[in-house]
């Protein structure tokens, strides 16, 4: 399985984003997909998750009520909606698939996308 993520770029705070990963393969459909995200000095965290049929998301408490995570199985893309953006939300970004335990858990993720940056001035 292969992750494309893109939509990074540069925000004002306050402004808005959305981050698209696409998948490559016939099981997308089936996977737990999760975004993280690793600001700079920092260890890569938790942002959001969504179960294969949509029916169950998770949220960082940092981010709670600003994003939305969604997904489209027939165009096998994730999405991440962000909103009011904050200096703090400035990192890169990974897409992960198919989530094998806690879906908060980066090393329970089988596949990585290669990351898109976004920042956020203040």
């Known amino acids: 399985v292969q992750l494309q993520a893109s939509g990074g770029g540069l925000v004002q705070a306050g402004g808005s984003l959305r981050l698209s990963c696409a998948a490559s393969?016939?099981?997308?459909?089936?996977?737990?997909m999760g975004w993280f995200r690793q600001a700079p000095g920092k260890e890569r965290e938790f942002v959001a998750a969504?179960?294969?049929?949509?029916?169950?998301?998770n949220y960082a408490d940092s981010v709670k009520g600003r994003f939305t995570i969604s997904r489209d199985n027939a165009k096998n893309t994730v999405y991440l909606q962000m909103n009011n953006l904050k200096p703090e939300d400035t990192a890169v970004y990974y897409c992960?698939?198919?989530?094998?335990?806690?879906?908060?858990?980066?090393?329970?993720?089988?596949?990585w996308g290669q990351g898109t940056l976004v920042t956020v001035s203040s």
């Open positions: 992960a698939a198919d989530s094998r335990g806690e879906v908060v858990v980066a090393r329970k993720y089988s596949y």
């Open positions: 969504m179960i294969w049929d949509g029916r169950s998301t």
């Open positions: 393969g016939r099981r997308f459909s089936t996977y737990t």
